[in-house]
């Protein structure tokens, strides 16, 4: 990888972190997105939620989920920390409405 590839990544990186939040409720995942370019907010009831999957990253630092929702649609959540008590969250909250 050239100094300007890992460069461009790190960029990358840390505008997904300053402008992409995930907030866990009881109720519902809400994604919002502030971009300057693109903004949006994606809400899903867990209740929609069909799998969860969690890989670890960085020594189980942080990870990724991946959670798959009964229309067949799927949410891609990166670098997330404490991805396995959010996971645990998510299945506990599924099951409980």
């Not at 790190?10 to 919002?32: E, G, M, P, S």
């Not at 929609?48 to 890989?55: A, D, L, P």
């Not at 959670?67 to 959540?77: P, S």
Request: charged fraction near 25%.
């Amino acid at each position: 990888m050239s100094a300007k590839e890992g460069l461009t990544c790190v960029v990358l990186c840390t505008a997904r972190r300053l402008w992409i939040q995930y907030r866990f409720t009881n109720k519902r995942l809400i994604i919002t997105n502030t971009s300057p370019l693109f903004k949006s907010q994606t809400q899903v009831a867990y209740s929609q939620v069909k799998e969860v999957r969690s890989v670890p990253r960085g020594f189980g630092a942080w990870g990724d989920m991946v959670i798959f929702l009964q229309g067949g649609g799927q949410l891609e959540l990166l670098g997330m920390e404490k991805h396995a008590e959010l996971k645990d969250h998510i299945e506990r909250c599924k099951w409980t409405l």
